[in-house]
């Protein structure tokens, strides 16, 4: 319960508690993770060589702190009938990247925003069916948002996830 409290906070924009500094025990359990999200509190201590009781209240401690923010699976886009993807950047009214991280946050398909500098304000990761659902995406839901000044769509051809490494 304190974790999903502590992960509202952090949605919410509240601040989260000073990082603590992580040591190699805490590493390794990182990089565990990564790679098995799954992986059982036993496995887990046998692999970093600690008790139980004390991988337990690392990974919570990991949690807490932010560190940890959350566990998921890795999908498949294509397999999972998500078979489009795109980065689209936008430019966006200065100062209005609060708003518009709420307003990303509701479309369909979006895994991943960034508030970025360079030449652009935003990087989006879309995942959606094809590209009619693409071009609705983009040119109904993105541009009747205010604050997008503008877009530009980069089609993905291929991509992967890379295995943590360690």
């Known amino acids: 319960m ?3 409290q502590m992960a509202e906070r952090q949605d919410d924009g509240g601040a989260l ?4 500094p992580l040591d190699a025990i805490d590493q ?4 565990m993770l ?3 999200g799954r992986a059982s509190i036993r496995s ?4 970093v060589h600690v008790s139980r009781a004390n991988a337990y209240a690392r990974i919570n401690r990991l949690v807490e702190d932010g560190v940890i923010r959350g566990f998921g699976a890795r999908v498949n886009h294509e ?3 998500q078979g ?3 980065y689209i950047t936008l430019k966006i009214v200065q100062n209005s990247w609060r708003t518009v991280r709420e307003e990303l946050r509701q479309l369909p398909g979006a895994s991943h925003i960034a508030l970025v500098g360079g030449d652009f304000d935003v990087l989006l990761l879309v995942h959606v069916s094809d590209n009619r659902a693409l071009r609705e995406l983009v040119l109904t839901r993105l541009q009747a ?5 503008s877009t530009r769509t980069l089609l993905v051809f291929e991509e992967e996830d890379l295995e943590p490494q360690g």
């Open 44 to 47: 887990v201590a046998e692999r």
């Open 84 to 86: 489009t993807s795109a």
């Open 2 to 4: 304190a974790s999903e």
């Open 17 to 20: 508690p000073p990082a603590r």
């Open 34 to 36: 990564q790679a098995d």
């Open 28 to 31: 390794d359990i990182l990089r």
């Open 79 to 81: 397999r999972a009938g």
């Open 145 to 149: 948002i205010p604050q997008v000044l």
